[in-house]
């Protein structure tokens, strides 16, 4: 199993891929949510409370969705797990069971469809193939994506040892700023801080 830094001092610390997420679009998010511990309240957010409400909607109107896309057997839903040896919980959307054997994890999200796949998409989509993989000791070689607004669209993602790396090197400095309890730099791409929830307090 992989081992991350300071398994002792963290041995309580459990990191969300969605914060992950937002730790690569911004480093100081972590800072902000897991050192101060100040909420982002994404509740009061549109997008979110729109994008939970079509996820449901497609949950229990399109539960054979799927199986028009790749060759599922069966699936589970709304799934919690969690990984002491990773730091990592979440709840996954849908663990996929394939014809192969292999699992692979499903993720709704409220956002077009775009040719091409967002780092931050498939980073979460590995950290859940890494939970699926140590709690159910199977298989987990891809996982997918399916972008709900403008009509349901699927991107595939590859679980590669690559990926799975730059998984757990996030996870790994994520640590290394709740551990250290210091400000990092923020992002270099100062556009993304018009709809962050901490713009008001980062200086």
Known sequence: MIQLIDDKKHSATLVTPSEVMEYLYCPRFTYFLNVLKIPQYEERRYKVQKG????????????????????????????????????????????????????????????????????????????????????????????YIFYLRGGSKMHAVAITKTLERDAVAAVTAMLTIIQNEELPKRTSYRMRCADCCYKNICV
């Open 52 to 143: 939970r409400e079509v996820h449901q909607q497609r949950l229990e109107q399109n539960r054979d969705y799927i199986r028009k896309k790749i060759s599922m057997v069966n699936k589970k839903q709304n799934v919690y797990l969690s990984s002491e040896a990773l730091h990592v919980r979440g709840v996954v959307d849908e663990i996929i069971y394939l014809k192969d054997g292999s699992l692979a994890p499903a993720d709704y999200k409220f956002s077009e469809y775009r040719p091409y796949l967002f780092s931050t998409h498939k980073i979460q989509t590995a950290l859940y193939a890494l939970l699926i993989r140590e709690n159910y000791n199977k298989p987990v070689h891809s996982g």
